[in-house]
């Protein structure tokens, strides 16, 4: 079966008990795990820094972590990001005057490389850049909050963008974020996505192992759908 990674956000998690609740998540199957940051500038919130990954290390997290930067500038933060304990660092194409070096500064400091899209963010950025990308993160939601709904036009783009991908052949994570629940995740994934940040998707259930079952059975729904 095709392989799907669930990226449950910390932002909906119980912050009062962060590094147990992150625990919970990752027993139950998560894969990786997602870390907003966000800088009150590039985006209209105020989240967390390199010291909360940190902790969450020293915690004992072994999860790989998926930092997704919406902060301007970018650059300044991600070494430090890098030394916290990061696996993923994803930026957007806005946030840097060169995107080529961000993504080459990712690399040089042990981590694998994203880039995000914002809704009305257009896709020709990839022209230039596709095969220095591990990730791309398409946002079905404008960021800076969480609970938002998820924006239909963003099936399209998911196409689009794993066309793209496939195409060129390449072995790079389309990663959906922004309002992916139990009963659209499945369409989503028709759609091209196989990697899915879930915040109150799944942290608003009280039973994660539930919740993440009926996720991958739903997973499981669409990987057959789209081989028939």
Do not use: W
Not at 105 to 133: R, S, V
Not at 168 to 177: A, C, E, K, S, T
């Amino acid at each position: 079966m095709k392989k799907f990674f669930l990226a449950p956000s910390i932002l909906s998690a119980d912050f009062a008990r962060l590094g147990e609740d992150i625990q919970k998540v990752i027993d139950a199957g998560s894969d990786l795990i997602h870390f907003d940051v966000m800088d009150n500038h590039y985006v209209p919130n105020l989240s967390m820094g390199p010291m909360v990954l940190e902790s969450l290390r020293k915690y004992n997290i072994t999860a790989p972590i998926d930092v997704h930067l919406m902060i301007q500038p970018v650059d300044n933060l991600i070494p430090q990001f890098a030394k916290a304990g990061a696996n993923f660092i994803t930026f957007h194409p806005e946030a840097t005057q060169h995107i080529e070096r961000t993504l080459q500064l990712i690399k040089d400091h042990g981590c694998k490389a994203g880039l995000a899209f914002n809704p009305a963010t257009p896709l020709n950025f990839l022209d230039y850049i596709l095969e220095k990308l591990d990730l791309i993160l398409l946002m079905s939601v404008n960021p800076g909050f969480g609970n938002q709904s998820f924006l239909p036009a963003t099936f399209n783009k998911l196409r689009e963008v794993r066309k793209i991908i496939d195409s060129n052949f390449l072995d790079i994570i389309l990663q959906v974020d922004g309002g992916v629940k139990v009963d659209n995740i499945a369409e989503i994934a028709f759609s091209g996505a196989n990697s899915f940040v879930i915040g109150s998707g799944i942290f608003k259930f009280s039973n994660y192992n539930l919740i993440i079952q009926e996720i991958r059975k739903e997973l499981k729904y669409a990987h057959s759908k789209s081989i028939h």
